[in-house]
């Protein structure tokens, strides 16, 4: 959330933001909330100045009994009917507030939709970074990645959709639809291996560059949703398990990061600020209902119900949020530069930019050759003290009085589209992919083969 002061004092910019933002406004209606505060405010004073006069009155026993008795229940009266109202305006009050977005960067583009984001730069391997004045926009970038497959022995043939491609090599999507629905997947064989592979080599760079590896809760109460700004917006996202089968009867929902998880493990704590910055990362599953993407990308596992993911978070001081926000994009360039995977950085615009927490974020995109298109694997964003605040996350110097800190987090491996990636970049002609260099010496081994060639046909 963001400072309540800060609002009073810019009710007009944060409006803007709303807009620019995409947000609701009847559901951010910072005119509403506004009136709603001062009406808290002047409650808040009466309760107060009722409470005193409680106090006050405590002298009138030694006096006359009967009539202290009288105004003690005239005054508890007069508490519970403002302590009633308070409690109202406050609700609603919150249910507001909680709609708010982050202030912005003031660095970040302002536009409406994916097409106003801006290039940060694009890679491609053998030739390093495009010349920046050749990135025009968007659509020209495309135009600059590689025509032809780069890792291809006969790089003439037509490439192959990773669709196609992971059902022979084992990616079984109708087998877990068979067991649990549409946007499930069976990863088999080597490419489960390369899972592995991707995870060791990032874990082993992450460990290496200050990271702690956490193993976190994939349930968690909704404040650790609430807390990362998952909930409101997102709840729709969330898979809910029902109280009746939970211990203690507590709300509990399968994270879609564990970006929740791991930030509320510095819920209600109060850092010494020489422990900043804390870089933690994590390997878990992740749920997702992906509500609003019915019918879209249902082929594959581009876009599934569970998905396997490496998480990267920060806990900081306002200092150093934005050196953090570099360093976790230079783990993205790392980590695809030693696959040598083709790519683009897009500074997202305030129209696109993701969930209310955002002050700054930017998506990290590999070129997908069969489809002639980007594929988002990375996002990168700095939510400066907004998930602070909803978390209770504070810092405290020698000299200083506790403040709230920064946090920054990252998806810094989506596995399944990482799997996308590679498979589409390195295939051969004769339907193996090539592994890339970074990988073979955990996997052992040069190319994955098909797995299921006949198997496929007699399905089909």
């Known amino acids: 959330m963001i400072d309540v002061k800060q609002v009073r004092a810019n009710p007009e910019r944060l409006k803007e933001i709303i807009r620019q933002r995409k947000v609701d406004p009847s559901k951010a209606d910072v005119d509403a909330w506004l009136k709603l505060d001062e009406k808290r405010r002047d409650l808040q004073a009466k309760l107060e100045?009722?409470?005193a006069e409680q106090n006050k009155s405590s002298t009138l026993w030694n006096v006359d009994k009967e009539a202290a008795r009288n105004q003690g229940r005239e005054l508890r009266e007069k508490l519970r009917a403002i302590e009633e109202e308070l409690s109202e305006v406050s609700e609603k009050g919150q249910a507001i507030f909680d709609w708010f977005p982050n202030w912005i960067d003031p660095n970040m583009p302002v536009g409406e939709s994916d097409a106003d984001n801006v290039l940060e730069c694009a890679w491609v391997p053998?030739?390093?970074?495009?010349?920046?004045?050749?990135?025009?926009?968007?659509?020209k970038c495309a135009e600059l990645m590689p025509k032809k497959l780069l890792y291809a022995k006969d790089a003439d043939f037509t490439p192959v959709g990773y669709a196609d491609l992971g059902e022979r090599l084992g990616i079984d999507t109708p087998q877990g639809g068979k067991v649990s629905g549409s946007r499930f997947a069976y990863i088999l064989g080597d490419v489960a291996v390369m899972q592995m592979a991707l995870a060791h080599l990032l874990t082993e760079k992450l460990l290496n560059d200050?990271?702690?590896p956490i193993i976190p809760p994939l349930l968690v109460r909704e404040r650790a949703l609430y807390g990362t700004s998952h909930f409101p917006e997102g709840r729709d996202q969330v898979y809910v398990i029902k109280t009746h089968n939970v211990e203690d009867e507590h709300q509990l929902h399968l994270v879609g990061s564990s970006e929740p998880a791991n930030f509320s493990y510095f819920m209600d704590k109060t850092i010494n600020e020489a422990e900043l910055p804390i870089k933690v990362f994590a390997y878990t599953p992740c749920f997702r209902s992906e509500a609003g993407s019915w019918g879209k990308d249902v082929k594959g596992i581009k876009r599934v119900h569970q998905f396997d993911k490496i998480e990267m978070n920060a806990v900081c001081t306002p200092e150093q949020s934005d050196s953090i926000y570099q360093q976790f994009k230079d783990v993205n360039e790392w980590l695809l530069q030693t696959l040598k995977l083709p790519y683009r950085i897009i500074d997202k615009c305030t129209g696109d930019a993701g969930y209310l927490a955002t002050y700054r974020q930017r998506d990290v995109e590999v070129w997908l050759p069969a489809s002639r298109e980007f594929l988002e694997t990375?996002?990168?964003?700095?939510?400066?003290d907004y998930q602070a605040r909803r978390l209770n996350i504070r810092y405290k110097s020698e000299q200083g009085k506790p403040q709230y800190c920064h946090t920054v987090n990252d998806t810094?491996?989506?596995m399944g589209r990482m799997l996308i990636a590679i498979i589409e970049n390195y295939q051969q002609a004769d339907g193996s992919i090539l592994i890339p260099e970074a990988l073979r010496a955990f996997m052992k081994k040069e190319y994955i083969l098909p797995m299921f060639r006949e198997k496929q046909a007699v399905r089909s």
């Open 49 to 51: 100045a009722l409470q």
């Open 126 to 139: 053998n030739s390093g970074y495009i010349d920046k004045n050749k990135l025009q926009d968007n659509a």
């Open 210 to 212: 200050g990271f702690q």
């Open 378 to 384: 990375m996002t990168d964003t700095n939510t400066t």
């Open 412 to 414: 810094c491996c989506a």
